[in-house]
């Protein structure tokens, strides 16, 4: 879909017919940070194919400031200041049922390490095997997001940063795993999830 698509579809959803005001104006932010097929673009995660619940859960978390790693601060509170929550469900379930694509980038050296923890856990630190929540293709489920193919850098600042203990309040069991796992842990599990289609 592309960009005018996407504002046409969403002032449809909003059933807006006034010209442009605050809200609209974040939404069309949207696209030009993640880009304009959701794929990802520098720093902005991927959000095709995402699951609906989590994305929701995400728009509440950084409305409500609950996640305050740097960059969500940095750009993603003032870019849903005004979104409201039906907006929000609205925005959650497009973005979800956009076809996601891997973006590939990690250490290919690092993907049989990286598939061992996430299968298998890390039994003598206590950290779960990550296919338990997320799935076996990494595909995720409702509240729990998909991993597979997000890139390598969103993937290892996420779990640096809970390590670091940003985003505390998110649901279990996410800060506590990410606090036991090690710097070459962390880097081998973004390398292999880049990878997962
Ligand atoms: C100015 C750039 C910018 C704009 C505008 C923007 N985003 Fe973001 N978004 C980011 C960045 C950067 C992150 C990563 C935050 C982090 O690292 O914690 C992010 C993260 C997210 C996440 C979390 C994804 C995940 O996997 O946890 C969601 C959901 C999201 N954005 C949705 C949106 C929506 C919907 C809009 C439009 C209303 C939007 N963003 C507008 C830059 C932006
Ligand atoms: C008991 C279930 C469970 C287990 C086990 C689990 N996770 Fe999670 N994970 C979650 C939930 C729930 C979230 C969403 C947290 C939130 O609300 O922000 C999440 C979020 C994430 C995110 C953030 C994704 C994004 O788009 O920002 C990453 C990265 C992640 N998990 C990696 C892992 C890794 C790696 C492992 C294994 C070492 C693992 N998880 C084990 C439940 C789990």
């Known amino acids: ?25 974040a939404i069309r932010n949207c696209a030009w940070c993640h880009g304009t097929s959701a794929q990802g673009y520098m720093t902005a995660p991927r959000l095709a194919g995402q699951r609906y619940e989590y994305l929701e859960k995400q728009l509440l978390n950084f409305k409500n400031h609950t996640r305050d790693n740097p960059f969500s601060m940095q750009y993603m509170w003032d870019a849903v200041a005004y979104l409201d929550p039906q907006t929000a469900r609205d925005l959650a379930l497009y973005f979800s049922t956009l076809p996601p694509k891997p973006a590939n980038d990690g250490d290919w050296n690092l993907v049989p390490v990286g ?54 309040a998110a649901q279990l069991p996410m800060p506590f795993i990410a606090g036991k796992l090690s710097p070459a842990d962390i880097e081998a599990l973004a390398s292999y999830l880049s990878f997962v289609r």
């Open 1 to 25: 879909m592309n960009f005018v698509k996407l504002i046409f579809m969403i002032l449809i959803i909003g059933g807006w017919t006034s010209g442009l005001h605050a809200d609209e104006l």
């Open 115 to 168: 598939k061992a923890i996430y299968d298998g856990g890390i039994p003598q630190e206590n950290v779960v095997a990550c296919t338990a929540c997320h799935g076996p293709a990494a595909e995720g489920v409702r509240e729990i997001p998909r991993l597979g193919g997000l890139s390598y850098a969103y993937l290892k600042r996420r779990l640096d940063q809970w390590g670091e203990g940003f985003h505390a």
